[in-house]
């Protein structure tokens, strides 16, 4: 008992238990609903059993019932589609205003604040902003694509087929980019400027300047960078939600919107279950990419 109380004067008890309490707590909230998650993949539930114990067990036969769907290779691909989309224009964005921002000039500060505003609103507002600039007879967007002379006609992004899905990766990117911008400033803030200065007194312009010190000494923050943007990208449902419900025609169904839909509306829980421990499985990839990026870069 005295070593107990001494510990905790001089601080170690109370980190432990700290370590404790934030274990405990992700133990309950995260542990067990994910382990409550795999094991109803294995099992057959719907809205009767869902409330008991009642469940037998089936297997992999839910495996095999999604893997058997109709639509289950098209909303890979709209995934596919989606995330690389997603990621990709958020981080060469991202990039860009990353780069621009080095540069200094009155209200710098200023600006760079506002792009947060994106990433801190909720999806669902963003959503319902994004489906006013996307209306298809008085939206923002046909309006500014007809006056520059782009378009001709008006597109219906969320009712046709072949802009659906690009509607939702259109205000997923303007959603994510100021967060690739925050984390892509810290680590060009962190490369040393002499690096720059020497390179430009031995004659290297700025494009090698890029290619040759920008890039190499941002390997491991670029990596933090995908890896998360795959985890948020992969979680993100509120925009389908909000935008095009996954139609029309499924044309714009993703693997989380699909695991939804069995769970809420079809009320097959453990088809949606399943789709959910496979994408568990893509997030803890990412996770460990954006692990040993970060443990690379703390020993550089």
Same mark, same amino acid.
Not at 55 to 66: E, K, L
Not at 88 to 113: D, E, H, N
């Given at each position: 008992? %005295?070593? @107990?109380?001494?510990?905790?004067?001089?601080?170690? +008890?109370?980190?432990?238990?700290?370590? !404790?309490? /934030? *274990?405990? #707590?992700?133990?309950?909230?995260?542990?067990?609903?994910?382990?409550?998650?795999?094991?109803?993949?294995?099992?057959?539930?719907?809205?009767?059993?869902?409330?008991?114990?009642?469940?037998?067990?089936?297997?992999?036969?839910?495996?095999?019932?999604?893997?058997?769907?109709?639509?289950?290779?098209?909303?890979?691909? %709209?995934? @596919?589609?989606?995330?690389?989309?997603?990621?990709? +224009?958020?981080?060469?964005?991202?990039? !860009?205003? /990353? *780069?621009? #921002?080095?540069?200094?000039?009155?209200?710098?500060?200023?600006?760079?604040?506002?792009?947060?505003?994106?990433?801190?609103?909720?999806?669902?507002?963003?959503?319902?902003?994004?489906?006013?600039?996307?209306?298809?007879?008085?939206?923002?967007?046909?309006?500014?694509?007809?006056?520059?002379?782009?378009?001709?006609? %008006?597109?219906?992004?969320?009712?046709?087929?072949?802009?659906?899905?690009?509607?939702?990766?259109?205000?997923?990117?303007? *959603?994510?980019?100021?967060?690739?911008?925050?984390?892509?400033?810290?680590?060009?803030?962190?490369?040393?400027?002499?690096?720059?200065?020497?390179?430009?007194?031995?004659?290297?312009?700025?494009?090698?300047?890029?290619?040759?010190?920008?890039?190499?000494?941002?390997?491991?923050?670029?990596?933090?960078?995908?890896?998360?943007?795959?985890?948020?990208?992969?979680?993100?449902?509120?925009?389908?939600?909000?935008?095009?419900?996954?139609?029309?025609?499924?044309?714009?169904?993703?693997?989380?919107?699909?695991?939804?839909?069995?769970?809420?509306?079809?009320?097959?829980?453990?088809?949606?279950?399943?789709?959910?421990?496979?994408?568990?499985?893509?997030?803890?990839?990412?996770?460990?990419?954006?692990?040993?990026?970060?443990?690379?870069?703390?020993?550089?």
């Amino acid at each position: 008992m %005295n070593r @107990v109380i001494s510990s905790f004067r001089d601080g170690k +008890g109370f980190d432990i238990a700290l370590v !404790g309490a /934030a *274990l405990l #707590f992700l133990g309950i909230f995260a542990g067990l609903p994910l382990v409550y998650n795999v094991v109803m993949s294995f099992q057959a539930v719907d809205m009767f059993s869902l409330g008991t114990f009642a469940r037998p067990f089936v297997g992999f036969d839910n495996y095999i019932a999604v893997f058997s769907e109709p639509i289950f290779w098209p909303v890979m691909r %709209n995934t @596919v589609v989606f995330v690389v989309a997603s990621i990709g +224009g958020q981080f060469v964005i991202g990039f !860009g205003l /990353a *780069l621009f #921002f080095t540069l200094k000039f009155p209200g710098s500060t200023y600006l760079r604040g506002l792009f947060l505003v994106s990433w801190v609103m909720p999806g669902l507002v963003v959503g319902a902003i994004w489906n006013w600039i996307l209306a298809g007879d008085f939206g923002v967007l046909n309006f500014a694509l007809t006056g520059l002379g782009i378009i001709e006609d %008006n597109i219906f992004w969320r009712s046709d087929t072949a802009f659906s899905l690009w509607a939702v990766i259109i205000a997923n990117i303007w *959603l994510g980019t100021s967060f690739n911008m925050i984390l892509l400033s810290v680590g060009l803030a962190s490369i040393p400027r002499d690096l720059y200065e020497a390179a430009a007194l031995d004659g290297a312009n700025g494009w090698q300047r890029f290619w040759t010190i920008t890039l190499p000494m941002m390997r491991a923050t670029i990596g933090a960078v995908i890896s998360l943007g795959l985890i948020f990208t992969l979680q993100q449902f509120d925009l389908f939600a909000a935008i095009t419900s996954g139609g029309p025609a499924n044309s714009s169904n993703v693997a989380q919107y699909w695991a939804w839909d069995f769970s809420f509306r079809q009320y097959d829980f453990a088809k949606g279950a399943t789709i959910s421990v496979l994408m568990i499985a893509l997030v803890m990839v990412a996770s460990v990419i954006y692990v040993r990026s970060t443990r690379h870069e703390v020993r550089g």
